[in-house]
Every structure is written in structure tokens, then in C-alpha cells.
């Protein structure tokens, strides 16, 4: 079973039968595992009242290969499950007054991150797939819809067969996708806590046959899952909102590389565009 998803599951299935020590440990992770994902090893001794080799034992006893890898399960059940406001307590302790300077860092490291995990073949084949497809399915909900909403602004003005799936009212997205077919391509973008309705989506498109990609934050998940081909941005943040820098830098690849792939398509149709936006003074000359 996924060390990450289930680090919780683990946690409290081994209370019961746990040395004192280790159930100590075990009873602070579950009511703070948000907090405790950010300790170090000996914080989280000096915070629990045990030994730092204890801590280690502790987290290779429920499976992983040391603390940093319990540390990262943590985080990940963090991210997937804390509130907005739980999310708020623990920014306003960690970012503190340096909020310019803790953004812009935490942005770089995220862009590191995403340029170094990303797979050059997998990012190909998603293009391939993208530019071979019958017809280009978008859906992104909640704050992923802006990353949609662009994708779909610069994809639209490529090719004539891109649609954005609406998801206002959830329901009303089937209605979108009812006619989706084996040749079509349905991109689904959803980022901690995974919409629900994405999720739905991508897997309804799949069984109809459909090519699923999908633009997440990690192999576990549930769009990695159910996509065919998927990338990966970090969006981790210790602010109490996901950060759409490294997602929006990897959906601006993706749209360099069909510029690159057939540069007199671009041309072509950025020439059309630049008529039609001079005759109608879409720009402001004044400046």
C-alpha cells in the first residue's frame, strides 16, 4: 500500500501494540501531523519527550526508510487534508514578517523542483498527444480553473478544436463531455485538495474511451491514477492557498513546445489575430 497516502492509517494501527515511547510519538503525529510534518528529527524528540534514535526506530518500525521519509508522508497527508484555516495557523507561524522574501524563495524552490522532476519524454508524448487529438477536452475546478482558463485562451487560438469544461455547476460537466470519444483528449489539472468533480470527470472520459492527461503534484495523486500520461509541479506552499507558479511555468512549456513543433501555424494564425486586433483597437495606442 502507498507509504504516503496511509501514514496516518499506519500511525493509529500501531498504537495498540507500540512501546511507550513509540506511542508517544504515535499520539502527537495524529493530532499534529501538520506541525510535526515540518520538525526536524531532533525537534520532534525535543517536542515529544523521547530520544532522537527513537524517532528514527519509530519511523522505520511503521516502514519507512528513515525519518526524512516519514517527514514527507506527513506532508503529503497535510496537504491533502488540512483546511484553509488549519492551512492560515501554520503559515502565520512559519512565514512570520519576511512575506515577500519566503514567497519568492519558496516560488524558486518550487520551480527547481518541478524542472528537475520533470520526465523530457513524458512531456513530449503530452504534447504529441495533444497536437494528434481529434478534439481537446480542458477541466480544471476551483483554483485550478485559472490554469485552465489559460491553457485553454492559448490552445484555443492554435487549434480550432480545444473546449473548456465548465465547472460552476458540477453536474452540467457531463453535459460538456457527453459526446467525448476514443481519438479526443481530455486534460484534467487539480492540485491539493483534489476537486472531487476532476477526479469524476477524467475518469468518466476514460472509460469512454478517451486519451486522459493530467498536470498534478504527485504520482499518488488520484489524477495520476486514472491519466495515461502525467505531469508533475510542485505546488507546495506554507501559505494557506497552493502556489500556481511552478503549474503555470510547466503550462507555459507545454505551449512553447506546439509553437516549436509548427512555428508557420503560429505565424499564420498570430498574423490573422494581430489584423483583427488592430481593426478593432483591441490594444490601447496611448501607450
Not at 500501531?14 to 512501546?19: D, G, H, N, Q, T
Not at 478517451?210 to 491519466?227: E, F, N, Q
Not at 506554507?238 to 507555459?252: E, K, M, Y
Not at 516549436?260 to 489575430?273: E, H, K, N, Q, V
Request: hydrophobic share 40%.
Amino acid at each position: 500500500m502507498d507509504k504516503n497516502s496511509n501514514v496516518l492509517e499506519k500511525i493509529n494501527a500501531k498504537l495498540a501494540r507500540c512501546s511507550k515511547g513509540h506511542r508517544k510519538i504515535g499520539e502527537y503525529l495524529l493530532g499534529n501531523y501538520a506541525a510535526a510534518s515540518y520538525m526536524t528529527a531532533a525537534k520532534l524528540s525535543e517536542t515529544v519527550g523521547v530520544s532522537e534514535s527513537t524517532i528514527v526506530r519509530y519511523a522505520t518500525e511503521l516502514g519507512f526508510d528513515g525519518y526524512p521519509e516519514l517527514q514527507s508522508a506527513l506532508k503529503y497527508a497535510a496537504r491533502s487534508q488540512l483546511t484553509s484555516v488549519q492551512r492560515m495557523e501554520i503559515s502565520k507561524n512559519r512565514i512570520g514578517d519576511e512575506t515577500i522574501a519566503k514567497s519568492f524563495n519558496a516560488d524558486i524552490e518550487s520551480l527547481k523542483k518541478t524542472l528537475a522532476a520533470t520526465d523530457t519524454k513524458a512531456f513530449g508524448d503530452f504534447v504529441t498527444a495533444l497536437t494528434g487529438a481529434d478534439r481537446i477536452y480542458i477541466v480544471g475546478a476551483r483554483s485550478s480553473a485559472s490554469l485552465a482558463m489559460f491553457l485553454n485562451f492559448y490552445l484555443s487560438i492554435l487549434f480550432d478544436n480545444v473546449s473548456i469544461i465548465h465547472t460552476v455547476i458540477g453536474s452540467e460537466a457531463y453535459d460538456q463531455l457527453f459526446k467525448v470519444k476514443k481519438g479526443d483528449v481530455v486534460l484534467g489539472i487539480s492540485f491539493p485538495r483534489y476537486s472531487k468533480l476532476t477526479v469524476d470527470v477524467l475518469a468518466f472520459a476514460k472509460k469512454q474511451g478517451a486519451r486522459v492527461l493530467g498536470i498534478t503534484d504527485s504520482v499518488h495523486s488520484p489524477i495520476a491514477g486514472t491519466a495515461d500520461i502525467t505531469l508533475y509541479a510542485d505546488n507546495e506552499s506554507d501559505a494557506f492557498f497552493d502556489s500556481l507558479v511552478s503549474p503555470l511555468a510547466l503550462i507555459n512549456a507545454l505551449i512553447l513546445e506546439i509553437g516549436r513543433r509548427d512555428p508557420a501555424r503560429i505565424s499564420t494564425r498570430f498574423g490573422i489575430l494581430e489584423r483583427i486586433w488592430a481593426e478593432n483597437e483591441v490594444y490601447d495606442k496611448r501607450v
